[in-house]
């Protein structure tokens, strides 16, 4: 089974801090995501990446930033932690589809990091 | 861009009742279409997709037809059960850059009573 691991299931934060979430998968997928889950905004891309050291910013990227520098590995970083990025915090790896239609492949999802910035 | 428009919700039925959950989509090319779906205190798993137009996704008694003439996408199940409650979301994929990204409809909870 494929499997997603976040480094922490609940958080809390001060204001200000700098805030590190940790995503491994153990299949060799090349796409990584994080998205963040809000009630009733559903889920927002925050950034993803296709490769090693490749990103892109998602939908609301401002106030984050991310790593990959391991395949297995990507890392959602919060520069300075204010009380609107209090949050549900998803990752989810996917592999590069090999087959004609580019689109197809699903994702598969972490447990989630619940965030609280007080 | 590409959009997802689900039902909101909540949605709340007896058992054994019949599920209809309602998804339009928006998009350019031709996307795959999935649901998802995210028990209590868990992650998101995927529950069917379908990858081309009048393709069925089916599992576990839900069921969903992918249909371009009307950009939709409803998530059916015949019978439900308590352990269906849940929180479902539509989700399609599109080509972004060098990946496929999934965009995530709002989510409808699904409450079934006993």
Redesign the interface.
Known sequence: DVK?TQSSRYLVKRTGEKVFLECVQDMDH??M?W?RQDP??????IY????VK?K?K?DIPEGYSVSREKKERFSLILESASTNQTSMY?C?S?P??TGP????????????TRLTVV | GNSVTQMEGPVTLSEEAFLTINCTYTATGYPSLFWYVQYPGEGLQLLLKATKADDKGSNKGFEATYRKETTSFHLEKGSVQVSDSAVYFCALSGRYSSASKIIFGSGTRLSIRP
């Not at chain 1, 009733?40 to 891309?45: A, D, M, V």
């Not at chain 1, 689109?103 to 999802?109: G, I, P, S, V």
Request: charge should be negative; avoid cysteine.
């Open positions: 997603v090349e796409n995501f998205y009733g905004l559903g889920l927002r891309l993803f990446s296709y490769d490749m892109e998602g998803l989810a996917s590069r589809s239609n580019p689109m197809n492949t699903e994702a598969f999802f972490g447990q989630g």
